[in-house]
């Protein structure tokens, strides 16, 4: 009886599946898809912006600012007031310390709202501004 019970284990034993390989496969595959994956942001609506021939292609711009034609200001998807913005900058700065800031303004947006998001943008410590044009 005790020689047929501990065949019975050994064959439990042997009938188990090792699923650590597989599990390693599929992890792999996560860090890869998230590694080569690109997360682009959008500063929330379309804007009509003017044309530069002169325009040069950025490709590192994490913090997008759009300004529409009514002089709105939309950071994130989200209307935000113009006194706002260097807050909404500071937060976006401390994820990612490396962001540069690109404005999207429309081509019959308000100036001064412009200049003030400008100034608001870099007192918020993000010397890297740019305006964003087509080609």
């Known amino acids: 009886m005790r020689k047929l019970a501990t065949s019975v284990m050994q064959d439990e034993e042997e009938a188990t599946i090792d699923m650590t390989p597989m599990l390693d496969v599929v992890f792999i595959m996560?860090?890869?898809?998230?590694?080569?994956?690109?997360?682009?942001?959008?500063?929330?609506?379309?804007?009509?912006?003017?044309?530069?021939?002169?325009?040069?292609?950025?490709?590192r711009a994490n913090i997008l600012i759009?300004?529409?034609?009514?002089?709105?200001v939309w950071i994130d998807k989200r209307r935000v007031d113009v006194r706002a913005v260097q807050a909404n900058v500071e937060r976006l700065k401390a994820e990612n310390?490396?962001?540069?800031?690109?404005?999207?303004?429309?081509?019959?947006?308000?100036?001064?709202?412009?200049?003030?998001?400008?100034?608001?943008?870099?007192?918020?410590?993000a010397y890297d501004v740019s305006i964003a044009a087509d080609k």
Not at 34 to 59: C, H, L, M, Q, Y
Not at 66 to 72: L, M, R, T, V
């Open 30 to 59: 996560l860090i890869f898809f998230i590694v080569t994956a690109s997360f682009v942001k959008e500063a929330g609506i379309d804007v009509n912006r003017p044309d530069a021939p002169t325009a040069v292609k950025k490709d």
């Open 66 to 72: 759009a300004i529409n034609d009514k002089g709105e």
């Open 97 to 125: 310390p490396q962001g540069s800031v690109v404005i999207q303004a429309d081509k019959k947006a308000n100036v001064d709202t412009l200049v003030k998001v400008m100034d608001a943008s870099r007192a918020a410590g």
